[in-house]
């Protein structure tokens, strides 16, 4: 593993007690960093602070906006400054057809993937701004530039990020924070319980590269781009596909 340097810095990672948050907030602490972990599985939360030495743990649920704005004023205050926020709590929603989609669904999904990110985003951009440093990195994903059927919450929701990530790194070009994400093809993990085989096969025919995306490959991404190195993009969106997104 390469390592990047983040000796006295400190990072944010949502859904960060599993999966691809865990990849990351992994990657993260081998650098150097003083990671915190926000998830809302306390189960998960206390094995992954128990991997993790040092990491220091929030258990909430980011849909909530007020238990955001009071996670990132602890998490400062405990921390010392947040330095970098990688939002990837996410959640997949059912697979069907958009004239069969649940209502309950539709907005579960948003607000999860749109609404709690949006929440994420607002509440650690005032402290990196006062502060005059800071990388946020939103976990999108490829269905959001093509929209993957029987898929459309989850599609929708990620072009969501997309457009809200090159919104906020607009607005922010002149601070010193960056806002970039990035967009993975499909990478095996828990989600993938979510959906049915039919929609994961679906998924890894579309991958020219044959083969799923590993944790580690879209930690690589991610830590880079929370790093003091990533400094001239901002308002970006980087493929992490295999091969199969096409802009």
Known sequence: MNQLD?????AVVTGGASGIGFAIAERLTASGARVALWDRDAKALATARDKLAGAHTVALDITDPAAVDEAA????ATLGRIDAMVCSAGITGPNATLVDYPVDAWKSVFDVNVHGLFYCNRSVAPIMVKSGYGRIVNIASVAGKEGNPNASAYSASKAA??????????ELAKSGVTVNCVTPAAVRTAMFSQMTQAHIDFMLSKIPMGRFGLVEEIAGLVCWLASEECSFSTGAVF???????TY
Do not use: I, P, Y
């Open 6 to 10: 983040f000796k006295g810095r400190t």
């Open 161 to 170: 990020v997309m457009a809200l990530t090159k919104s906020l790194g607009k």
């Open 73 to 76: 004023q602890r998490t400062a």
């Open 239 to 245: 493929d992490l596909s295999g091969g199969r997104a």
